[in-house]
């Protein structure tokens, strides 16, 4: 009698790409393909005449070696996959890093001249590399001097405080023409209706488009700086849509976007000028009489929240527990819990006086 026995072995032949769903990872799990050998096992089989052939057995021991073999090429498999979905990963971040690289010095390329620094984006990048590097060393001499002379077993943490330092810094240092930038665009935001009130004025009074840009290129703040862009490009023998196009991509102010963009076309198509600046300046007042009545009702929430934890709740708080302790002797009053209250209203303080500043509107800041 002879029987067939199914021998199977498991190979990885690669991994399942990882997920992210919601807060949660799933990690690549290992793809297996099965292959199943056929041995031929001879069961209790009767010893043959003489003059036929006896099929051929094979032993036990080379199976078992042959599945040793088997197992040995798959955990080797298995290792060069790991292998190779680890240099992947570190490719993948490899490459975010330098899209991230790429994406920051974009935007340091359109911040630099708006915040007046006469630098490529990777100069500043250095140099804010070596203020941040003096930055680190000087936290971590002064982190381990206080440490030396008030804790000294807390000199392990030195190291740390300075990349800590040098970390900080230099997000602070690189992100600083990109906030001078913000902050340009919200000083244009204050003036930059009145600005174009005054040039709708000039030109309906007969004076052209560039004469009227010249009137109000001085004495309405940054607003008059951006008019101010596109008068020296126009006397440097650029056309006139040209010139605005160019300023209308730096500019950070929404509103001198809209502006030069419809005046813009209004050129290119031959439509009136006029019309289409002062539909703009409407829409625009129209959106900021709608903010400002947004910014009253929030201004009626944060007051109401103010009144009950800035100022009800502190006093009335402090006044029941000088009294409780006077009968209970649980929570006691002293000092430095006096001292804790203070602190906590003054956070407090300082929590809504933020949350107030926040929520103005940009053109009233």
């Known amino acids: 009698m002879l029987g067939k026995k199914k021998l199977v072995n498991r190979q990885i032949v690669g991994f399942t790409k990882p997920r992210k769903i919601l807060f949660f990872r799933i990690k690549p799990k290992p793809i297996y ?51 190779q979905a680890t240099r992947a990963k570190a490719a993948g971040r490899g490459v975010s890093q330098s899209a991230m690289a790429a994406k920051r010095n974009a935007q340091l390329a359109m911040a630099l001249p708006i915040a007046g620094i006469k630098q490529t984006p ?12 003096a930055i680190g060393a000087v936290a971590t001499i002064g982190s381990f001097i206080a440490l030396y002379e ?7 943490l030195v190291p740390l405080v300075g990349i800590i330092g040098y970390m900080m810094s230099f997000n602070t240092i690189v992100s600083y023409p990109m906030k001078k930038a913000d902050n340009n665009g919200l000083e244009v935001e204050k ?91 409407s829409d625009v007042s129209q959106e900021r009489v709608i903010e400002l009545s947004r910014y009253g009702q929030k201004l009626n929430a944060i007051a109401m929240f103010y009144m009950l934890f800035g100022v ?21 009053i002293t000092n430095t819990t006096l001292m804790l209250a203070a602190v906590g209203i003054i956070f407090l303080q300082f929590v809504f006086l933020r949350m107030v500043s926040g929520s103005r509107p940009s053109f009233s800041t």
């Not at 050998?37 to 057995?57: C, H, I, L, N, W």
Request: aromatic share 6%; no cysteine; charged share 15%.
């Open 312 to 332: 009800i709740f502190p006093s009335m708080g402090l006044a029941v527990a000088a009294i409780m302790s006077t009968f209970i002797s649980f929570f006691p």
């Open 191 to 281: 003036d930059i209706l009145f600005a174009a009130r005054d040039m709708i004025v000039s030109m309906r009074s007969g004076m052209p488009l560039f004469n009227s840009m010249a009137t109000v290129s001085i004495g309405y703040g940054a607003a008059s700086k951006e008019f101010e862009k596109v008068i020296d490009r126009v006397q440097l023998g650029m056309p006139m849509e040209q010139a605005m196009d160019e300023v209308t991509a730096t500019s950070k102010s929404p509103t001198f976007r809209r502006l030069m963009l419809q005046a813009s076309t209004s050129i290119k198509v031959g439509a009136d000028i006029i019309n289409a600046i002062q539909e703009v300046i």
């Open 33 to 83: 393909k099965i292959v199943e050998m056929e041995s031929v096992v001879q069961a209790a089989a009767p010893s043959a005449p003489a003059g036929t052939t006896q099929p051929v057995q094979q032993p036990q021991q080379q199976m078992q070696h042959e599945q040793a073999a088997a197992q040995q090429t798959s955990a080797v498999g298995t290792t060069k996959q790991a292998k």
């Open 122 to 133: 990777e100069q500043y990048v250095a140099s804010s590399k070596k203020k941040a590097m």
């Open 150 to 156: 008030v804790f000294a077993q807390l000199l392990i």
